[in-house]
T-cell receptor
Framework: DQQVKQNSPSLSVQEGRISILNCDYT??????FLWYKKYPAEGPTFLIS?????DKNEDGRFTVFLNKSAKHLSLHIVPSQPGDSAVYFC???????????????FGQGTILTVHP | GAVVSQHPSRVICKSGTSVKIECRSL??????MFWYRQFPKKSLMLMAT?????????EQGVEKDKFLINHASLTLSTLTVTSAHPEDSSFYIC??????????FGAGTRLSVL
C-alpha cells in the first residue's frame, strides 16, 4: 500500500531550465509534506516543506506547490544546476495522534539529472 | 538545519556477530529519533521510533529482538543488529526531530555482513 507515490523514476533537465518533480498521496490524514534530496550512500537532506493550510512555499530556487483536492504536490527548481543532480524524495506526515503520529512516509524517489 | 551524526559510516562484520550503530543529535535535544532502512534503489522504510526513556515502537514486520534500540539520553539513540546475517546487509539511516515536523537525517551506515 504505497501512500506516497512518485511516479517518475527519473527526470533529465538542461542546466538553467526548470525541474518539476511530482508527488501524489492517498492518505487524507497527511497534513504536512516535505522534500528531501539524497546522494548515494548519504542520508537525506531536508530541502523544503509545506503545511496543508498553504498551497505554496518558496525558498530561494525551490518552490513547493500543494493541491489538496488532487492530493498532489510538486517541487519546482529554478534555475536547475548540475549540483542539483540527486535523488529527490517527497515525504508526508500526519500531525494527528494515533499510531501514525510523527512518522514520515516516503515516496520511491525521483532521480534528477541536470546536464550542463 | 539541525545536525545529526551517525556512526560508523560503514561496517563489515562476520555472520553471527552483533553490530551497534549510534545516532546523535549534536545541537539539539531529541526526545524522538527514527531508524530507517533503505534497500538498493528503494525508498526509505521506517523500522522503529526511538523514544527517550521508554521502549521503542517497531513497525510491523520488524523484529524487535533482532534490531535492539536504546534511547538512553536526549541526544543519543543506538541500533544494535544482533546475530547479523547476510540478509541484514543494508543501508541504515537515523533521523531526529527538533520538535516540529521536520526530521533531520544522519549520513547513514552501510552494513555488510559476510
Amino acid at each position: 500500500d504505497q501512500q506516497v507515490k512518485q511516479n517518475s523514476p527519473s527526470l533529465s533537465v538542461q542546466e538553467g531550465r526548470i525541474s518539476i518533480l511530482n508527488c501524489d498521496y492517498t492518505n487524507s490524514m497527511f497534513d504536512y509534506f516535505l522534500w528531501y534530496k539524497k546522494y548515494p550512500a548519504e542520508g537525506p537532506t531536508f530541502l523544503i516543506s509545506i503545511s496543508s493550510i498553504k498551497d505554496k512555499n518558496e525558498d530561494g530556487r525551490f518552490t513547493v506547490f500543494l493541491n489538496k483536492s488532487a492530493k498532489h504536490l510538486s517541487l519546482h527548481i529554478v534555475p536547475s544546476q548540475p549540483g542539483d543532480s540527486a535523488v529527490y524524495f517527497c515525504a508526508a506526515i500526519s500531525s494527528a495522534g494515533g499510531t501514525s503520529y510523527g512518522k514520515l512516509t516516503f515516496g520511491q524517489g525521483t532521480i534528477l539529472t541536470v546536464h550542463p | 538545519g539541525a545536525v545529526v551524526s551517525q556512526h560508523p559510516s560503514r561496517v563489515i562484520c562476520k555472520s553471527g556477530t552483533s553490530v551497534k550503530i549510534e545516532c546523535r543529535s549534536l545541537d539539539f535535544q531529541a526526545t524522538t529519533m527514527f531508524w530507517y532502512r533503505q534497500f538498493p534503489k528503494k525508498s526509505l522504510m521506517l523500522m522503529a521510533t526511538s523514544n527517550e526513556g521508554s521502549k521503542a515502537t517497531y513497525e510491523q514486520g520488524v523484529e524487535k529482538d533482532k534490531f535492539l534500540i536504546n534511547h538512553a539520553s536526549l541526544t543519543l539513540s543506538t541500533l544494535t543488529v544482533t546475530s547479523a546475517h547476510p540478509e541484514d546487509s543494508s543501508f541504515y539511516i537515523c533521523s531526529a526531530r527538533t520538535g516540529g515536523n521536520i526530521q533531520y537525517f544522519g549520513a547513514g551506515t552501510r552494513l555488510s555482513v559476510l
